[in-house]
């Protein structure tokens, strides 16, 4: 399957998109990243009081923080390179479940890793997009016999290497020390992990349903 060109039947990332982008303008020309991490960010441990966020809403709510320019960017460029096709062939209601599963999935397998750690971005969102978009437009690039089983392992390459960059740009992001005490950014391995799985299981099901009454 080829990858669609057209932004037409795509609005919901581009809303995302630049609702993400606004949202990360306004905390930064005032100033006030760390309060909205505080506000905002993914935070079960802190306790009720810390946040005027419910713990259930904020894995969205989440997706709206981010640690930086870079972070913000690469985040961004991921969502509409894969966005833009995923929702044309899924349509904007099935991009909506997969973006808003994603965040809950990726809160949650990173929970299960680590409770205590906070969670900002919507590299979890976007890694279930990702992971649909491996599924829905992965070429099999692996030499085996099996169609099914290249297009695994094609997603299995894109999800590494997918996890790999956030390192990456953990690294360069190194010096946003607000995020973790003093102690540099923690990459939230398991919820890319986990909203990536999420994408990769619902792509078909997702499509499947679109077109039942073709």
Same mark, same amino acid.
């Given at each position: 399957?080829?990858?669609?060109?057209?932004?037409?039947?795509?609005?919901?990332?581009?809303?995302?998109?630049?609702?993400?982008?606004?949202?990360?303008?306004?905390?930064?020309? *005032?100033?006030?990243?760390?309060?909205?991490?505080?506000?905002?960010?993914?935070?079960?441990?802190?306790?009720?009081?810390?946040?005027?966020?419910?713990?259930?809403?904020?894995?969205?709510?989440?997706?709206?923080?981010?640690?930086?320019?870079?972070?913000?960017?690469?985040?961004?460029?991921?969502?509409?390179?894969?966005?833009?096709?995923?929702?044309?062939?899924?349509?904007?209601?099935?991009?909506?479940? !997969?973006?808003?599963?994603?965040?809950?999935?990726?809160?949650?397998?990173?929970? !299960?890793?680590?409770?205590?750690?906070?969670?900002?971005?919507?590299?979890?969102?976007?890694?279930?997009?990702?992971?649909?978009?491996?599924?829905? *437009?992965?070429?099999?690039?692996?030499?085996?016999?099996?169609?099914?089983?290249?297009?695994?392992?094609?997603? !299995?390459?894109?999800?590494?290497?997918?996890?790999?960059?956030?390192?990456?740009?953990?690294?360069?992001?190194?010096?946003?020390? *607000?995020?973790?005490?003093?102690?540099?950014?923690?990459?939230?391995?398991?919820?890319?992990?986990?909203? *990536?799985?999420?994408?990769v299981l619902l792509a078909n099901p997702l499509l499947?349903?679109?077109?039942?009454?073709?």
């Amino acid at each position: 399957m080829r990858p669609p060109d057209t932004w037409k039947k795509a609005p919901l990332t581009a809303g995302l998109a630049l609702a993400t982008i606004a949202a990360w303008l306004v905390a930064a020309l *005032f100033q006030q990243e760390e309060r909205a991490i505080e506000l905002f960010g993914f935070l079960p441990h802190a306790g009720i009081l810390a946040s005027p966020v419910p713990v259930w809403l904020q894995p969205l709510t989440a997706t709206l923080v981010h640690a930086g320019f870079a972070h913000l960017l690469f985040n961004m460029i991921v969502l509409v390179f894969c966005g833009r096709p995923v929702e044309s062939v899924l349509g904007t209601p099935a991009m909506a479940i !997969l973006y808003l599963l994603g965040a809950y999935a990726a809160a949650g397998a990173q929970y !299960l890793v680590d409770p205590t750690a906070p969670m900002i971005g919507a590299s979890g969102a976007i890694s279930a997009v990702l992971g649909a978009y491996a599924m829905l *437009f992965g070429r099999n690039k692996v030499k085996v016999s099996s169609p099914a089983l290249a297009l695994w392992l094609n997603a !299995l390459w894109l999800m590494t290497a997918w996890v790999v960059l956030q390192v990456c740009v953990g690294i360069a992001l190194s010096g946003a020390s *607000f995020l973790t005490g003093g102690e540099g950014v923690t990459i939230a391995v398991a919820a890319h992990i986990g909203g *990536f799985i999420l994408g990769v299981l619902l792509a078909n099901p997702l499509l499947l349903f679109k077109y039942r009454k073709a």
